[in-house]
């Protein structure tokens, strides 16, 4: 049966359907050797489907899902010639070929969220779910209420870009620190420094702590796990899907 080939390669554990299509659109993703469009479709049964070169397995993959305690200094990327910390160097003892879901800055550290499992990352990565995301921000200054009030009704951050309304509550108040806690539910780039920037605010240090419900809890820098049972309960319900385990079917009347 034929499927369009950003839902293969997502099925395959390949990368996101958002990834899928960016590799298709630079030409990099070919069937039976001729290179594709967004939109194409395959039968995984009968053409062989390539990214790079490289062919890729249509078979159905045991799905993973992970949480990692992402240090400063490292990219969120599975290869990058020109960096010499991945995240990559983090998932030893991971055999499956997991990928982010969302980014975190190069400086910005905490939560971030792995899996082979190309819908879920969909999902979760898909603007209109709403996905809350809560991140400790530490700004070496006072912060007034003004910047507060500035930076949570929405603001423009980038030429058209404009944010939704978040949360904003104050952790520590000092004299030349303040450690604020933005609760989120959009990802654009570099977002909160964008924000405090804009409210005339430096950010020396930035770390994600929840995302839909998981929270990185007691990782430690460079630290993995696979989410519980408990953890996939809260995103699922986070992206309006019912736990699996929970579905009943309809009595008949």
Do not use: W
Not at 99 to 126: Q, V, W
Not at 147 to 171: F, H, K, R, W, Y
Not at 199 to 228: C, Q
């Amino acid at each position: 049966m034929e499927k369009r080939l950003q839902k293969i390669l997502s099925d395959s554990g390949y990368c996101s359907r958002r990834k899928a299509e960016e590799l298709i659109e630079k030409g990099l993703v070919r069937v039976n050797g001729k290179a594709v469009k967004v939109g194409d479709k395959a039968d995984t049964e009968k053409d062989t489907v390539t990214v790079c070169g490289e062919k890729i397995d249509t078979e159905a993959k045991a799905l993973r899902y992970i949480k990692l305690y992402k240090p400063r200094g490292y990219l969120t990327s599975m290869e990058d010639a020109h960096s010499d910390k991945l995240i990559t160097d983090l998932l030893k003892g991971i055999d499956e070929r997991v990928y982010p879901i969302g980014r975190l800055d190069k400086n910005s550290e905490g939560l971030l969220l792995l899996t082979n499992d190309g819908n879920f990352a969909n999902d979760i990565m898909h603007p209109k779910k709403h996905v809350a995301k809560t991140y400790r921000v530490t700004i070496p200054e006072k912060v007034t209420d003004e910047q507060i009030a500035l930076m949570s009704v929405g603001m423009e951050i980038d030429s058209g870009v404009i944010t939704q309304p978040c949360v904003i509550n104050v952790i520590t108040a000092e004299s030349g620190r303040t450690v604020l806690e933005f609760v989120i539910k959009e990802g654009k780039n570099r977002q909160i420094r964008k924000m405090c920037e804009k409210a005339g605010l430096s950010v020396s240090r930035l770390k994600r702590t929840s995302v839909g419900g998981v929270k990185l809890g007691m990782l430690r820098p460079g630290e993995y796990k696979d989410l519980t049972a408990e953890e996939m309960r809260a995103l699922r319900a986070a992206i309006g899907k019912a736990d699996p385990a929970k579905r009943t079917k309809k009595r008949k009347k």
